[in-house]
């Protein structure tokens, strides 16, 4: 019981921290300063149910693109590793997305897709659907990336609460220490792929 618990929340944090929070909290925040507290309520719920679609058709169709297009998983691991290196080096440096021109409706596009999934977030989430191979391991991994995005709308939808509580300082600082531990999921992910690239075990 203890190894599916203790795998459960291994892929849960994973996960929470491959949708980078704070920074999104960050750009959420940037993007609706002129709505009010039930509109920006309103959006969280729908961001959370974009970004909740968006993971669980990475996450399970990452194989049949892999099988589509000829990659090996360990030449993912490295591309996908080097993208989400560069988006935590932004994120440590405090580089933010541009909030852009207003539109009607942002929780798709761009709060869902891409700032809560990025081109990063999405390679990690194919390989790492694809490295989840028994039931258990499926199911274990549908379940803690539910509860991180979850945990992500939670977040969005407190938005209000929070910036008042620990002010847009400290959402920044908070911002970069998600940066630090996307840098070493990255790292991880390299270093994996290389090794499977060269046979080594």
């Given amino acids: ?20 929070p704070f920074f999104v909290l960050s750009v959420f925040l940037a993007m609706t ?28 169709f990452g194989n049949h693109l892999f099988t589509l297009f000829g990659i090996t998983l ?13 988006s935590a080096v932004q994120m440590v440096q405090g580089e933010a ?17 891409p700032i809560t999934v990025g081109p990063a977030t999405t390679g990690a989430l194919m390989v ?21 995005v979850l945990c992500i709308g939670i977040i969005l939808y407190c938005a209000q609460a929070i910036e008042h509580v620990i002010g847009r300082k400290g959402i920044t600082i908070m911002s970069k220490l998600t940066g630090l531990m996307l840098a070493a999921i990255a790292a991880q992910l390299v270093f994996t792929g290389i090794r499977g690239f060269l046979g080594i075990h």
């Fill in 1 to 20: 019981m203890n190894m599916y618990v203790n795998f459960f929340i291994s892929v849960w944090i994973k996960f929470f921290f491959l949708l980078t």
């Fill in 33 to 60: 300063q002129e709505m009010g507290g039930e509109g920006r309520r309103r959006l969280a719920v729908r961001v959370t149910f974009a970004v909740l679609l968006a993971c669980f058709i990475l996450y399970f």
């Fill in 74 to 86: 360990d030449a993912f691991r490295i591309g996908a590793g080097a993208l989400l290196f560069l």
């Fill in 97 to 113: 997305v541009a909030p852009g021109e207003r539109q009607d409706d942002i929780s798709v596009v761009p709060l869902a897709i």
């Fill in 128 to 148: 790492m659907g694809a490295d989840l191979q028994e039931y258990w391991q499926v199911t274990a991994g549908c379940g803690a990336l539910a509860a991180a």
